[in-house]
């Protein structure tokens, strides 16, 4: 019954909807679980199996499910072969709304109409998905854009889900181990602010113009150009590029674009966007790229951004190249460091490391193999990855697959050398050294002008210290105090040194 989970009365219209919708597929039991009260249905008597029938609710139930659904797709290290093929199926393709449905919503965030607001406007949509729906346009310039725009009443629907989400969640952590051990809400609550933040286009506008900047001095990347004097929250207005998705090599070929070229572009671009920037398109998909004349990759829909931190950007660089050169050692201790659970008795993240390296070291570096073999063994040894990694992960198995959909026999390797060799050159740079030891400098000035008083401070330390206890706290003034300034200014000199020579 709907007592069971407690909502504001502004929900339970929709939980009614869900509830129905859930039911009418076949999907009782997990209504049932969470202890409301389902319209019984036989299972046996439909015509799909769980999995499906799971990703056919989703997809009616819309955009915050779907999401939801591709994310589980990324959790192979909870997920069995069976419900992971299934949910890579998600889509969020919606019906098409005519243009008057979409009207009040595009003159309030232009101020006028997009008649009058630009020389030529399609009102027969593009393109249209769960949250937006695409139309054609013109400058009056004569550059040709898109409007993406936002479905009327979409963010209400979305956050009424949200919040049921979360109810489910808490009530599924409160009975199960299993959804205490995953982090059941803090999965929701992530969803919720990823997908929160892809109602708002400003957000995906400033994405592409850093990307953009990412990417400047490499011409084979293109990233449309945003058209801030349109934009707002609820209305995207970009170029419009024309291209080749990345799903065929003959197609490409028919095109005038080379196959191996775009393979090859596409690895540096992930590569760089992932070691070397870090920041990444969250979901490069062939609805999502487009390949140019000249070789060149577009990326779109730039909604979702993932990000590395410094630290995670080594740790990809050791699991590579722990496979690559055999070292079960290391991509064991990597697998430590992304763990989510600090149970794990480390036999366990060696066992797995020496089977992953047993299967694919030394070989050609194929990530989605490589990914693919390594969740099932995660699921074994109840190894939970951090949230982190899972977007990085789905983004590079993703980025494989397309690659090696239009280059069968490509091999990553290569540029990962090429990017590893980019950022030992960075790290070597004149430049770099300069500003870190210019910035050692300035911090060692400050630590000067504090001297007189450190050292005042560590004399007082000496005389007070008691006879019974004189010789340890000398030995502790000295490690603590004394010491410590004696090196800072012996370290000083090499580093002024360091920074007048590279200066």
Same mark, same amino acid.
């Given at each position: 019954?709907?007592?069971?989970?407690?909502?504001?009365?502004?929900?339970?219209?929709?939980?009614?909807?869900?509830?129905?919708?859930?039911?009418?597929?076949?999907?009782?039991?997990?209504?049932?679980?969470?202890?409301?009260?389902?319209?019984?249905?036989?299972?046996?008597?439909?015509?799909?199996?769980?999995?499906?029938?799971?990703?056919?609710?989703?997809?009616?139930?819309?955009?915050?499910?779907?999401?939801?659904?591709?994310?589980?797709?990324?959790?192979?290290?909870?997920?069995?072969?069976?419900?992971?093929?299934?949910?890579?199926?998600?889509?969020?393709?919606?019906?098409?709304?005519?243009?008057?449905?979409?009207?009040?919503?595009?003159?309030?965030?232009?101020?006028?109409?997009?008649?009058?607001?630009?020389?030529?406007?399609?009102?027969?949509?593009?393109?249209?998905?769960?949250?937006?729906?695409?139309?054609?346009? !013109?400058? &009056?310039?004569?550059?040709?854009? %898109?409007?993406? /725009? *936002?479905?009327? =009443?979409?963010?209400?629907?979305? #956050?009424? @889900?949200?919040?049921?989400?979360?109810?489910?969640?808490?009530?599924?952590?409160?009975?199960? !181990?299993? &959804?205490?051990?995953?982090?059941? %809400?803090?999965? /929701? *609550?992530?969803? =919720?602010?990823?997908?929160?933040? #892809?109602? @708002?286009?400003?957000?995906?506008?400033?994405?592409?113009?850093?990307?953009?900047?990412?990417? !400047?001095?490499?011409?084979?990347?293109?990233?449309?150009?945003?058209?801030?004097?349109?934009?707002?929250?609820?209305?995207?207005?970009? @170029?419009?590029?024309?291209?080749?998705?990345?799903?065929?090599?003959?197609?490409?070929?028919? !095109?005038?674009?080379?196959?191996?070229?775009?393979?090859?572009?596409?690895?540096?671009?992930?590569?760089?966007?992932?070691?070397?920037?870090?920041?990444?398109?969250?979901?490069?998909?062939?609805?999502?790229?487009?390949?140019?004349?000249?070789?060149?990759?577009?990326?779109?829909?730039?909604?979702?951004?993932?990000?590395?931190?410094?630290?995670?950007?080594?740790?990809?660089?050791?699991?590579?190249?722990?496979?690559?050169?055999?070292?079960?050692?290391?991509?064991?201790?990597?697998?430590?460091?992304?763990?989510?659970?600090?149970?794990?008795?480390?036999?366990?993240?060696?066992?797995?490391?020496?089977?992953?390296?047993?299967?694919?070291?030394?070989?050609?570096?194929?990530?989605?193999?490589?990914?693919?073999?390594?969740?099932?063994?995660?699921?074994?040894?109840?190894?939970?990855?951090?949230?982190?990694?899972?977007?990085?992960?789905?983004?590079?198995?993703?980025?494989?697959?397309?690659?090696?959909?239009?280059?069968?026999?490509?091999?990553?390797?290569?540029?990962?050398?090429?990017?590893?060799?980019?950022?030992?050159?960075?790290?070597?740079?004149?430049?770099?050294?300069?500003?870190?030891?210019?910035?050692?400098?300035?911090?060692?000035?400050?630590?000067?002008?504090?001297?007189?008083?450190?050292?005042?401070?560590?004399?007082?330390?000496?005389?007070?210290?008691?006879?019974?206890?004189?010789?340890?706290?000398?030995?502790?003034?000295?490690?603590?105090?004394?010491?410590?300034?004696?090196?800072?200014?012996?370290?000083?000199?090499?580093?002024?040194?360091?920074?007048?020579?590279?200066?």
């Amino acid at each position: 019954m709907l007592g069971a989970i407690r909502v504001a009365a502004r929900d339970r219209g929709r939980l009614a909807d869900v509830i129905a919708t859930i039911s009418r597929f076949g999907l009782d039991v997990l209504v049932a679980r969470l202890g409301l009260d389902p319209a019984r249905r036989d299972p046996d008597a439909l015509p799909f199996d769980l999995p499906s029938r799971t990703r056919q609710a989703m997809e009616a139930l819309g955009p915050v499910w779907v999401k939801l659904g591709q994310i589980l797709a990324t959790r192979a290290d909870l997920l069995p072969p069976e419900w992971i093929a299934e949910l890579e199926r998600l889509h969020s393709a919606a019906p098409r709304l005519p243009f008057d449905r979409l009207r009040t919503e595009v003159e309030a965030a232009l101020g006028e109409s997009p008649e009058t607001a630009f020389a030529r406007f399609d009102p027969e949509p593009l393109a249209a998905a769960s949250i937006a729906q695409v139309h054609r346009a !013109a400058l &009056a310039d004569g550059t040709e854009v %898109v409007l993406k /725009i *936002r479905r009327p =009443g979409i963010r209400a629907v979305m #956050e009424a @889900d949200l919040r049921l989400l979360t109810q489910f969640a808490a009530m599924a952590e409160a009975t199960h !181990a299993e &959804a205490r051990r995953y982090g059941a %809400v803090r999965m /929701i *609550r992530e969803l =919720g602010r990823d997908i929160l933040e #892809e109602l @708002d286009f400003t957000i995906e506008g400033r994405n592409a113009d850093r990307l953009r900047e990412d990417f !400047a001095g490499d011409a084979r990347v293109v990233v449309p150009t945003i058209h801030w004097a349109y934009t707002s929250e609820t209305l995207l207005v970009m @170029d419009f590029i024309a291209g080749v998705p990345p799903r065929s090599a003959t197609v490409l070929r028919e !095109a005038g674009i080379d196959p191996a070229a775009i393979a090859q572009t596409g690895a540096d671009i992930v590569l760089e966007m992932t070691l070397i920037n870090g920041r990444f398109h969250g979901d490069p998909h062939p609805g999502n790229l487009l390949c140019l004349p000249g070789n060149r990759i577009a990326m779109l829909d730039l909604g979702l951004i993932g990000h590395v931190s410094p630290r995670r950007r080594e740790e990809v660089i050791a699991f590579t190249q722990s496979i690559a050169n055999s070292d079960p050692a290391l991509l064991a201790e990597t697998l430590k460091n992304w763990s989510q659970t600090d149970d794990i008795a480390p036999e366990r993240f060696q066992a797995v490391a020496d089977r992953l390296v047993a299967r694919h070291g030394g070989g050609a570096l194929r990530l989605a193999a490589i990914l693919g073999d390594i969740f099932p063994i995660l699921r074994e040894e109840r190894i939970v990855l951090r949230p982190d990694m899972l977007l990085l992960f789905k983004a590079l198995i993703t980025i494989d697959g397309v690659l090696s959909g239009i280059q069968p026999d490509f091999d990553m390797s290569a540029a990962l050398r090429r990017a590893t060799m980019r950022i030992i050159e960075a790290r070597m740079s004149p430049d770099r050294w300069t500003k870190r030891a210019n910035a050692l400098a300035l911090e060692l000035d400050r630590l000067g002008d504090d001297l007189p008083r450190l050292i005042r401070a560590t004399t007082r330390k000496l005389e007070t210290a008691t006879p019974a206890i004189a010789t340890t706290g000398i030995e502790a003034a000295i490690r603590s105090g004394a010491g410590w300034i004696a090196g800072a200014l012996a370290f000083s000199g090499v580093a002024i040194a360091v920074a007048m020579r590279l200066g």
